[in-house]
């Protein structure tokens, strides 16, 4: 049976439903629109955010299912998947990674231009999920630093908007002074990356 789908039926409702992204705070006046540089950046990047898909088993699947219309990404200005990473911010793990994967897994984050961002989506991803075995990596934050995990075995599409909903708000909110503080070069060091 079809599932649903409630919207973009009713023009007058269409329209209601349709919003402009939230500006962020400033002060507004005849003609101008004044607000902190860093907001503004944060806008654009938080809704234009490019992901590059890591799908190895399982919760790949659900994240095609996520890309497909029904869930939709392309409403977060992030259809534009990409499998290469010196085009994408943002590396979305989906599936068991081997011990044997750890070293692309981290080789595919270093190729990556900064600001990036890594979601772990699903067990196996965040934790080794049910394999608690002598091969597979439990966790990838074990190999890089990871912003978002999203729980499941595996998770819904809705569950992964979700988890990439909870990166919008970092990217919004993230100061563009973050990535040359002390705090996160040392974090850069204890993963063994300059
Ligand atoms: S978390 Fe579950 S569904 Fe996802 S890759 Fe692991 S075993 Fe498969």
């Known amino acids: 049976m079809a599932r649903p789908v409630s919207y973009n039926i009713n023009q007058k409702k269409l329209e209601s439903d349709i919003s402009m992204g939230t500006s962020p705070d400033g002060y507004p006046g005849e003609g101008f629109f004044a607000a902190k540089l860093s907001d503004v950046i944060g806008l654009a990047r938080k809704n234009s955010i490019w992901p590059l898909p890591f799908a190895t088993s399982c919760c790949g699947i659900e994240f095609m299912a996520t890309m497909g219309s029904h869930y939709d990404l392309a409403r977060f200005g992030s259809e534009r998947v990409g499998f290469s990473p010196r085009q994408c911010d943002l590396l ?11 070293p692309v897994v981290k080789q595919v984050y270093l190729q990556m231009a900064e600001p ?3 979601i772990a989506v699903g067990a196996c991803a ?3 999920g049910i394999f608690d075995t002598y091969s597979v990596l439990q966790g990838i934050d074990q190999v890089v630093p990871v912003d978002v995990y999203v729980p499941g075995c595996p998770p819904r599409p809705e569950a992964i908007l979700d988890g990439f909903m ?3 708000d970092l990217v919004g909110k993230e100061s563009l002074r973050r990535r040359n ?3 996160y070069n040392n974090l850069m060091k204890s993963y063994g990356i300059q």
């Not at 989906?94 to 750890?102: L, P």
Request: hydrophobic share 40%; no cysteine.
């Open 126 to 128: 965040s934790s080794g």
């Open 92 to 102: 979305m793990v989906m599936g068991t990674i081997a011990k044997k994967m750890g």
């Open 166 to 168: 909870k990166i919008q």
């Open 116 to 118: 990036r961002w890594v």
């Open 181 to 183: 503080s002390d705090e």
